[in-house]
Structure formats: structure tokens, C-alpha cells
């Protein structure tokens, strides 16, 4: 890897230098501490001109986002630094590390949630499908359709069932009458795992819902209008074990249709529902690569000291 080392710029003919080690594709995900299968290849810090490089591939064939050097500050603080990731369709990307290492900061990057908190400046280049989400052209309130929302505690509008998956479906003129908004309605509730526990409450409090429902409500209303990705930060951490498995056992369903990109805490929850994972620490993206191969072979000490649980 000292080829990587010595190169000094992050472009992205030296992003894919360093290769996913060649676990084996069927290995068993074990993400007990001692299931690790060997010493991590390489514990260097790849810190280069003071950046530190990401371990691992970024790049995916054909990525829906795109993500290149991209920073993050709030006023002086350094909040994400110099990360590049690649986002691909009908993939579950998790994001783990450690409290306050930009997991929130960098998931509101990709939608430009970041653009509504004062003194939060974003640069670097973000493609989605291939167009700049900070392009002067691009409209915000469609980007944050077609890249969905759900957050970590569930926030139905003060409305009822019907109307909050109906609302954002009429603001983008979705539907030509009521007949086609009830569709997208029942199809996005349908979707979301939640229709058969509604169907006969439509008109009644959306907060009246348990909170898994509530969660799966939120679902729905971002799956209302037509989203190619929805972000999901730590959105089972105000849940029981059941509705968290609900929520996961929906997650698999819907990546099918949308790549999903879920800040987790829980390390289990990762292994669990994502394809790709990606480590953060102190701002910087770590090492990404597939998940089974993260959980059982981590190449960075700071990946492998967090999923054994030294720190966190
Ligand atoms: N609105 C904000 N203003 C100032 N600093 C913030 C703001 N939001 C987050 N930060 C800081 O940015 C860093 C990353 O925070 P965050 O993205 O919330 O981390 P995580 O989601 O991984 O816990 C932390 O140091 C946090 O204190
Ligand atoms: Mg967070």
C-alpha cells in the first residue's frame, strides 16, 4: 500500500487503490469480537499531508451518489473531512463509529439538510446520478423527495394517517384527483409494511400510532414520493425489539426499490441489514468495503477497536 501512501492528491483514479482484502464472498458474518478470522492486514493510519486516507474500495459501478473530498464545517469546527464514498442502487450502506464522529452530519450532506443549520458549510462535489446536488439549478425541495428522510425519533405531521403520506404527494402534483392519491396512499402504506394495521383508521392521529408504526408511517411518507434514496438516521433507536426487527425486515424489502443509506449505533443492526459499511472516526471516513468482510476482517486498528468494542 505504499503506493497509496505516497501519492499526495485524492482523485479518484487513486480512490480505488486499496481493494477490499479478498475475504471470501460466503464467509459467515460473525460479529462477536472473536469472530474476527485474523489480525488486521494493515494498521498504518494513511495519513498522508495530514489527511488520513480511506482503507478500502469507495467506489461502486454505476453509483447513484457520488461523493468527492467533501467537508464539513460548523462555523470553525471541522465536522466531516475529505470524505469520498460512492452510494450504488439497491444497496444498504450503514454507517457506524463512535458518538459525534459526523455520522448525522454526513447523512444530511446528501440530501442538503445541512443547508437549514446556520453556520454549516458544505464543500466538495456531490453527484446524484451524475448531476451536482449544489448545481444553482437544482431545485432543493425536489432533491429532498427524490432522497427521502426518516429520522431518529419518529416525527409524524400533527395529522392524520392519511393526510401525512398524502402531503408531500400533493405538494409535488402527483396525483390528478383523489382517486390516484388514495393510490399512492395505500400503495406507499402497503409498502411500508403498515396498511394492514391502518386500513380502517386513515382518518385518525398519525401520532396516535405506536412508535414502530409511527416510524413505519414515516416510511410511508417518504415513499409517497417516488424517492430514489432514502436516508435513515439511527431509526430504530427509540424502538422495542420487535418493531426494530419490523423496521429491519423492511429495510431488506425496500432496498429492492431504493439504495438506502442507515446511521446505526448498533453494530449487530449494521451486520444485519446492510450490504456495505462504512467507519467513521473524528470526522474522517476510515475504511469502507463489504460488511461481511468489515465485521470479520477489519483492516484499520480504529475499525477493528470499535466493532471489538475497545471504544465507542
Ligand atoms: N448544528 C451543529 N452545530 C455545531 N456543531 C455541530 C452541529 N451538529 C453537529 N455538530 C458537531 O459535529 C460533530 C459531528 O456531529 P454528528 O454529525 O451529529 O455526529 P454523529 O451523528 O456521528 O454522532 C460533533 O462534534 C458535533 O458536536
Ligand atoms: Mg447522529
Redesign the pocket.
Given at each position: 500500500m505504499s503506493n497509496v501512501e505516497s501519492e499526495s492528491s485524492m482523485d479518484t483514479s487513486t480512490i480505488e487503490t486499496q481493494r477490499d482484502a479478498a475475504a471470501s464472498p460466503d464467509a459467515g458474518l460473525n460479529v462477536k469480537p472473536s469472530g474476527r478470522r485474523s489480525a488486521p492486514s494493515s494498521v498504518e493510519a494513511h495519513v498522508t499531508g495530514g489527511e488520513i486516507r480511506t482503507v478500502g474500495t469507495v467506489t461502486v459501478d454505476n453509483p447513484l451518489f457520488s461523493c468527492r473530498d467533501v467537508d464539513?464545517f460548523?462555523?470553525e469546527?471541522h465536522?466531516?473531512k475529505r470524505v469520498s464514498i460512492d452510494i450504488g442502487r439497491g444497496e444498504v450502506l450503514a454507517?457506524i463509529?463512535?458518538?459525534?464522529?459526523?455520522?448525522?452530519?454526513?447523512?444530511?450532506c446528501l440530501n442538503r439538510m445541512n443547508d437549514t443549520?446556520?453556520?454549516?458549510r458544505v464543500t466538495g462535489t456531490i453527484l446524484l446520478d451524475g448531476k451536482d446536488i449544489h448545481d444553482r439549478k437544482q431545485d432543493v425541495v425536489q432533491l429532498r423527495a427524490r432522497v427521502g428522510m426518516v429520522f431518529q425519533k419518529p416525527n409524524p405531521f400533527p395529522k392524520s394517517i392519511y393526510e401525512n403520506v398524502a402531503y408531500g404527494p400533493r405538494i409535488h402534483g402527483l396525483a390528478a384527483d383523489r382517486v390516484e392519491l388514495d393510490e399512492i396512499v395505500q400503495t406507499s402504506l402497503r409498502r411500508a409494511g403498515l396498511w394492514d394495521e391502518v386500513k380502517d383508521r386513515l382518518s385518525h392521529p398519525g401520532t396516535s400510532l405506536s412508535g414502530g408504526q409511527q416510524q413505519r408511517l414515516c416510511i410511508a411518507r417518504a415513499i409517497a414520493v417516488n424517492p430514489e434514496v432514502i436516508l435513515m438516521?439511527?431509526p430504530c433507536s427509540a424502538l422495542d425489539p420487535i418493531a426494530t426487527a419490523r423496521i429491519e425486515d423492511l429495510i431488506d424489502e425496500l432496498r429492492a426499490s431504493y439504495a438506502i443509506v442507515i446511521?446505526t449505533?448498533s453494530m449487530q443492526q449494521a451486520a444485519r441489514v446492510s450490504q456495505r459499511t462504512a467507519y467513521?472516526h473524528l470526522?474522517s471516513l476510515i475504511e469502507v468495503g463489504e460488511t461481511d468482510r468489515i465485521f470479520t476482517n477489519p483492516r484499520h486498528k480504529l475499525t477493528e477497536d470499535y466493532i471489538t468494542g475497545r471504544f465507542g
Open positions: 464539513v460548523y462555523g469546527k465536522a466531516i454507517m463509529g463512535p458518538s459525534g464522529c459526523g455520522k448525522s452530519t454526513f447523512l444530511r443549520i446556520a453556520g454549516a438516521d439511527e446511521v449505533h467513521f470526522g
